[in-house]
């Protein structure tokens, strides 16, 4: 998520209560997670087991809740509850806004898309053209729709991240800063949810299709020219790569990467990363020829167990 424009450690120290221990004149461009974290970003970190992978990332300011040598390069900002702080420079550069209108003034719509009666498109929210977004869509603020693509009835796009710390017995919501971004040529089915990315963004690569009912999760990427069954569930931070066939009922992990061109039959589950060009089955999956050779000595079970008995 980029700042406005740039931001000096001062300035950040200012709006969140924070004290600097570094150069306050070093320069801000934006706020990251870990896992997309960029120079010139700002992150945090408050648990001691991640010190050392957040303070050698590539982020230029981190927030941390204790005082502990910087690198070269980093400047820190000391405050009692980074996480707290974070959600607080999110907040402030992109709150929720309230609308009054089903169609945002700031809204950008191309040429010949459609809009029926009933759909919700939020604030600073860019559409293509030649798109058509039945009614009962909402999009987001700051969602980004590109050219040709339909969205069914009911389907939501740029829902928050489902994304919580636990502390002291409570969750405590992390907010949203980053957008959900569709591209060209894509069809979203009828009540599917494509959710924001926290700090950076949720995307959908070109030529992608959905069914009805699915969910997809904060930061997750999915390549071109992928299929999706209805009622599949993807988690946050999973890259699915190009001509990907997710079918029906199909559960996959966070964090995981689908390779090119695999294959997921229906009702399976994927718990880690699985290579490309192969068809996989099961919960959790492995290769289809494997799943039925396993099925097979299943069901020869029974009588192997009634054979040993009698002997």
Known sequence: MDFPQELSVKEITEIIQGQALGDENAKALGLN??????QGDVTFVDHPKYYNKVLNSSASVVIINKEVPSPEGKTLILHDQPFKAFNMLINKFRAFKSSDKFVSESAKIGKNTVIQPGAFIGNNVTIGDD???HANVSVYDNSVIGNNVIIHSGSVVG???????????????????????????????????????????????RGTKFDNHCQVGHDTIIGENCLIGAFAAIAGVTKIEDDVIIWARVAINKDIVIGKGAEILATSAVDKSI?????????????????????????????????????
């Not at 997670?33 to 960029?38: A, K, P």
């Not at 040529?185 to 494509?194: A, T």
């Open 33 to 38: 997670e870990l896992h997309v974290v960029r």
């Open 131 to 133: 798109c058509i977004i």
């Open 159 to 205: 829902a928050d991240a489902y994304y919580f710390q636990k502390k002291e017995g409570r969750f405590s919501k992390f907010h949203s800063g980053g957008r959900a971004v569709i591209n060209d040529d894509v069809e979203i089915g009828s009540n599917c949810c494509i959710d924001k990315g926290v700090t950076a963004d949720t995307i959908i690569g």
């Open 275 to 311: 290579e490309g060009g192969i068809t996989y089955m099961g919960s959790p999956v492995m290769e289809v020829k494997k799943y039925w050779r396993n099925m097979i000595f299943m069901k020869q079970l029974p009588d192997l167990i009634r054979s040993l008995k009698k002997k």
